[in-house]
């Protein structure tokens, strides 16, 4: 076998899960299902490195993460079989079981990280044409993609700032501006998805989003800079908020007149006021199982009771989830699934929050979206629950496993790096 041959399979393994990271973030939200592709391929490849008995050995950081997924995936298949659910019950915990191989095979064969921003730049920029192309042309309501319109707006927001985090890295690249330029482009569009689709939740934690950004990059812009950047930021949010087109006017206005009819008793069924009837009953009902909470089959069957009994309007009884991730862990899987959801979200902001300070600014842009990764879905179940999506769960644990794979890669690495300088 020739040296080239050799070299060619040697870089094989790099090149799979280049391309796998890649297609992960550039179709997530533009064909049905576009997040799985990447995600089986990297999959299958750590089922391949099981059978081959290759599993990389964990470092602590490794079973931190690995333990939170487990946790979680192990008390949601809990409830599934207390309550009753049967097998429809065992799809969303499986897919983050399902995520360990992936992290498996990242953690063996890390890609390149021009495929994983450039991912994840492509998809936040079709996801925003798409979006701007139904709102502005189509003249839809509120854009969406395949994917619930909810699902669709906060997973383009996460991939607008995902291409923030990345700007760090792109900063010390040969082509800098090219791929600042690019990494720009993909935020505008991301956010612009977003804010396109009307879903508001995505919108509520954005300055966490830029408090995090600058405790990642602050020391290393100039005062002028920072001042073109709150400029900027400030005068974008008039233009967004001024131009009737791009809808965000008239969904805060809703918003606040929700809430004043809810106030007021003579409508507790609108978009704001629908979620405190349902927060309202859900915590009726963590006060009588704080423990083991209900379950799904029993918060949906307890919740079509207390609007029988008047309680909460009948519309509202009819929902299966709390609408907010908070809330509906608690109300269905107790104390316990609300720690594990917790613990799902903060070990890896805690882990990762780490590399926040870290020289390179490349390994620090992959740290700043490893923060923001958990910030946002904190965010988002603020007012949705996102992990009844197969979407929300996808994301999460894959991307979760990819960040994490590239991440402690290179602190394996190090070590190596020092032993040998």
């Not at 979006?131 to 669709?152: C, N, P, S």
């Not at 950047?229 to 918003?255: K, L, N, W």
């Not at 507790?268 to 006021?273: D, E, K, P, Q, W």
Request: net charge positive.
């Amino acid at each position: 076998m020739s040296a080239s041959t050799m070299s060619v399979q040697a870089r094989f393994p790099e090149f799979y899960t280049s391309v796998a990271v890649f297609l992960f973030g550039a179709i997530a939200l533009v064909i049905p299902s576009g997040y799985s592709v990447g995600a089986v391929l990297l999959l299958l490849g750590g089922l391949g490195l099981l059978f081959t008995m290759r599993v990389p050995r964990f470092s602590k950081g490794d079973a931190w993460i690995v333990g939170a997924v487990l946790a979680y995936a192990l008390v949601a298949l809990a409830e599934v079989w207390w309550d009753g659910q049967g097998s429809r019950g065992l799809d969303k915990p499986s897919r983050f079981i399902l995520a360990i191989p992936a992290l498996w095979w990242v953690l063996r064969f890390p890609p390149r990280r021009a495929f994983l921003w450039s991912g994840l730049a492509v998809g936040a920029i079709a996801a925003g044409s798409w979006a701007g192309w139904q709102k502005l042309f189509e003249g839809v309501d509120r854009a969406q993609g395949y994917t619930y319109v909810i699902q669709f707006g906060n997973l383009s927001m996460l991939l607008g700032v995902m291409c923030l985090a990345g700007l760090g890295w792109a900063t010390v690249q040969r082509h800098r501006h090219v791929w600042v330029c690019f990494l720009m482009l993909g935020a505008l569009a991301g956010i612009l998805g977003s804010l396109f689709s009307g879903s508001r939740g995505g919108w509520v934690g954005f300055p966490i989003v830029l408090l995090v950004l600058y405790r990642a990059y602050g020391r290393n812009l100039s005062v002028r800079l920072k001042t073109a950047v709150v400029a900027a930021v400030i005068v974008g949010a008039i233009v967004v908020y001024a131009v009737p087109q791009i809808g965000v006017q008239g969904r805060v206005h809703e918003a606040f007149n929700d809430v004043s009819l809810y106030i007021s008793g003579e409508n507790r069924t609108t978009s704001v006021g629908a979620r405190f009837e349902m927060w309202r009953g859900a915590a009726h009902l963590i006060q009588e199982k704080p423990l083991l909470g209900w379950g799904y089959n029993g918060y949906k069957n307890e919740m079509l009771a207390l609007s029988d009994q008047g309680f909460i309007s009948r519309e509202i009884g009819e929902y299966g989830h709390a609408h907010n991730e908070f809330i509906d862990a608690f109300a269905k899987r107790g104390l316990l699934g609300l720690a594990v959801l917790i613990a799902l979200y903060l070990i890896p902001l805690r882990l990762f929050s780490k590399g926040l300070t870290a020289n390179g600014l490349s390994d620090r842009a992959l740290a700043t979206a490893g923060v923001l990764l958990p910030v946002t879905y904190i965010d988002f179940g603020l007012s949705q629950v996102f992990m009844t999506h197969n979407s929300g769960v996808m994301i999460y644990a894959f991307l979760l496993a990819i960040l994490w794979g590239i991440h402690s890669g290179r602190l394996r690495r190090l070590p190596m790096k020092e032993n040998h300088s």
